[in-house]
């Protein structure tokens, strides 16, 4: 082979990889739409509580501007209230959200994960008191 088919097969090859990105190998996952809260269960040290079964309420939409909107309510007395409103991001596996409302959703990370035809973010996390876990899935792709 002459020089100048090997700097072209050089070129070709650098250019192809360049424009793959560095995450050829993360699949495009289209994570925009309504979330609502399937499974939430609080741990303390009053023991566990279905916060769903208390009349706890969950809903975030992801929008594909990377912005949040949506309303959490925590059922108890007094009941707490916070606006969803923020910002979203996802690493590898993993969704963040940033807000202003200071709850858990803005503390913990999500791992996304399938579920049927759609996506679920599944969070899990030990706060000083209490632990949370919750699913939210997709309503609406």
């Not at 424009?19 to 925009?32: H, K, N, V, W």
């Not at 939430?40 to 208390?54: D, E, H, I």
């Amino acid at each position: 082979m002459n020089q100048t088919a090997l700097r072209i097969g050089v070129v070709l090859v650098t250019a192809t990889a360049l424009a793959c990105g560095s995450d050829t190998t993360e699949p495009r996952i289209a994570l925009e739409g309504n979330y609502t809260a399937t499974q939430w269960v609080t741990t303390g040290s009053s023991g566990q509580t279905n916060q769903l079964s208390v009349g706890s309420t969950l809903n975030i939409t992801l929008n594909s501007n990377g912005t949040t909107t949506g309303h959490l309510h925590v059922a108890g007395s007094p009941a707490f209230d916070a606006d969803m409103a923020g910002t979203w991001a996802k690493s590898g596996n993993t969704v963040t959200f940033s807000q202003s409302a200071d709850t858990f959703v803005r503390n913990m990370p999500f791992t996304v994960v399938p579920n049927g035809a759609n996506w679920a973010l599944v969070g899990d996390h030990t706060f000083s008191s209490p632990s949370v876990n919750v699913k939210l899935t997709l309503t609406r792709a």
